[in-house]
């Protein structure tokens, strides 16, 4: 599997940004695939997950209610929609996935994800 995250950039704060992770040469229906941040000198923080079998979703408290990830099956692509942006989301998102996974709950162990994109900023002044 390969991803290939887009859409970071530059925004003010309470405004909106979509990322976008393409993912390539899976063909099982039945792992997760999670964004995660790090800003410099901050440890990794996941930020959102979604079971690709049956879309359920896990976030952050801290995005919760701001952020929503979802998924095009048919373009095996994964979105993170980002509004009300702060400037403490302002950091470098990871789009990362697992292997097969039978359960939706795993998407929360964060050990399980083993491919990972090359990153995009996100930088809200």
């Known amino acids: 599997v390969q991803l290939v995250e887009s859409g970071g950039g530059s925004v003010q704060a309470g405004g909106s940004l979509r990322l976008s992770c393409a993912a390539s040469?899976?063909?099982?229906?039945?792992?997760?695939m999670g964004w995660f941040r790090q800003a410099p000198g901050k440890e990794r923080e996941r930020v959102a997950a979604?079971?690709?079998?049956?879309?359920?979703?896990y976030y952050a408290d801290s995005v919760k209610g701001r952020f929503t990830i979802s998924q095009d099956n048919a373009k095996n692509t994964v979105y993170l929609q980002m509004n009300s942006l702060k400037p403490e989301d302002t950091a470098m998102y990871y789009c990362?996935?697992?292997?097969?996974?039978?359960?939706?709950?795993?998407?929360?162990?964060?050990?399980?994800?083993?491919?990972w994109g090359q990153g995009t900023q996100v930088t809200v002044s």
């Open positions: 990362a996935s697992t292997a097969r996974t039978w359960a939706s709950y795993t998407c929360q162990q964060t050990y399980r994800y083993n491919t």
């Open positions: 979604i079971y690709t079998s049956d879309g359920t979703t």
């Open positions: 040469g899976s063909t099982s229906r039945r792992y997760c």
